[in-house]
């Protein structure tokens, strides 16, 4: 019998996490804390990065900038604790948070998108039946 692929456990187990976390906080800790080897917590984190960076780059670009700068501060915070468990963990518990923050943001973002297609719609609409060109008159003289 083989072993698994560490990087598909590592992405299956930050999937599990991402879940987790949405769905019952102190169940996704335990998953870290059920995580004993460094090598293990590096790999999660890899699938947990990985995460981040494909919800960032759906954002807008200003986020997405942000979510860079984000991202590489997390890196040093990985760097920092690279051979202790607990700092992998606490690395891990900011790069999941970071993931709730990726998506929150992207909710937001295709809320204000969807507001100003249906600004857009109604404008094109008075243009079409002349209630737009009469209240711009009024609004511009």
């Not at 981040?52 to 942000?66: D, G, H, K």
């Not at 202790?84 to 929150?104: C, F, K, T």
């Amino acid at each position: 019998m083989t072993s698994p692929d560490p990087m598909a456990e590592g992405a299956r187990r930050a999937d599990e996490f991402l879940s987790l976390l949405g769905t019952d906080e102190p169940a996704a800790l335990a998953l870290l804390d059920g995580v004993a080897e460094v090598r293990e917590l590096v790999f999660l984190g890899a699938g947990l990065t990985a995460v981040a960076r494909a919800e960032a780059r759906s954002l807008p670009p200003a986020q997405r900038a942000q979510a860079n700068t984000r991202q590489l501060r997390l890196g040093q915070l990985r760097d920092a604790h690279r051979s202790d468990p607990e700092g992998l963990r606490s690395w891990l518990r900011q790069a999941g948070e970071e993931i709730v923050l990726l998506r929150s943001l992207r909710e937001i973002a295709d809320r204000v998108v969807a507001a100003d297609q249906a600004w857009a719609g109604a404008r094109a609409a008075a243009e079409a039946n002349g209630t737009a060109a009469a209240s711009d008159a009024a609004t511009t003289a």
